[in-house]
């Protein structure tokens, strides 16, 4: 599959095995980092904390990642499949809640195999895959039974600033797509009496400076086309970094009225279930403060 790869919706065909694809990766398993994190929603952190592995490079090209060395500069190491799932049982071993799979659309073939071993050697803890959103719905049909939990975000309801912003095309109807896919393999969320997720779908929405109105579509559309118990998450740590602080519209933080706007249009939609996160009063305070 990665020698004329179709992983992402990109499609860009190249083989993988000997160039490198447009997501800057090849046919090599990279990552950056692994660790026990603790900041993620209650439901995915708890208080053993969630397994994270961060995988480098990404089919995005967001000009305000904030893990932009990862996802856009390519940091990382090269590792193989078998040691990708030693990893996953490593994690295991630390008693995390699960593994957190961030940024891994790039390598889901690889991680599929991974997986397998994985759980051959007793990986019993949930798998979370954790993305921005910009999927191939058949690339999700073959990680079905693979994946527990789907931790996509939904960044833009207009195309136009999925462009500007990520270098891609058609994001609205190519991540929508994506989301209904992953609600199909997992439902409704399920919850341990410790009100850990075990199974389920969280949408993420980040909240950009200047655009109070593509965060009301994209809860309006989530409202109308997902089942009201599916999981929100609202993220207001936005802050301007990479290429962002060059760009107008984006190279300050969130004011207090527009997260105030979007929290009062959150409440009034009657979303049952998910997290918004606190908005920072001063210019270090990013570490997530969930409120359900």
């Not at 991680?111 to 719905?137: D, F, H, M, Q």
């Not at 109807?173 to 896919?181: H, L, Q």
Request: hydrophobic fraction near 30%; charge should be negative.
């Amino acid at each position: 599959m990665l020698e004329k790869c179709t992983i992402c919706p990109h499609k860009c065909g190249i083989d993988r095995t000997k160039q490198i694809g447009r997501c800057k990766s090849t046919d090599k398993i990279k990552i950056a980092l692994y660790s026990v994190h603790n900041f993620e929603e209650p439901c995915i952190s708890g208080e053993k904390g969630s397994g994270t592995i961060f995988f480098s490079n990404c089919n995005m090209n967001c000009i305000y990642c904030q893990n932009y060395e990862i996802s856009q500069l390519g940091k990382g190491k090269e590792i193989s499949i078998e040691e990708l799932s030693q990893i996953m049982l490593e994690q295991q071993e630390k008693g995390v809640e699960n593994i957190n799979l961030v940024t891994p659309t790039s390598y889901a073939i690889q991680i599929i195999e991974a997986i397998k071993i994985a759980k051959k050697r007793g990986l019993k803890i949930p798998i979370v895959y954790n993305t921005n959103g910009y999927e191939s719905v058949e690339t999700l049909k073959l990680l079905e039974g693979y994946i527990d939990i789907y931790l996509p975000d939904l960044k833009y309801y207009d195309n136009e600033l999925g462009k500007k912003y990520s270098k891609v095309n058609d994001y609205f109807k190519i991540a929508t797509e994506a989301i209904k896919e992953m609600y199909r393999q997992v439902g409704q969320p399920m919850l341990n009496k410790n009100g850990i997720m075990k199974k389920g779908l969280m949408i993420r929405h980040l909240i950009l400076p200047n655009n109070v109105e593509n965060s009301k579509y994209i809860l309006k559309w989530i409202k109308e086309n997902i089942d009201n118990n599916v999981y929100v998450s609202i993220m207001a740590q936005y802050f301007p970094t990479y290429k962002a602080k060059e760009t107008e519209d984006l190279n300050r933080k969130l004011t207090k009225k527009e997260y105030e706007e979007v929290e009062n249009y959150l409440y009034d939609l009657d979303l049952e279930n998910g997290y918004i996160q606190e908005l920072g009063e001063h210019e270090e305070e990013y570490v997530p403060k969930w409120e359900i």
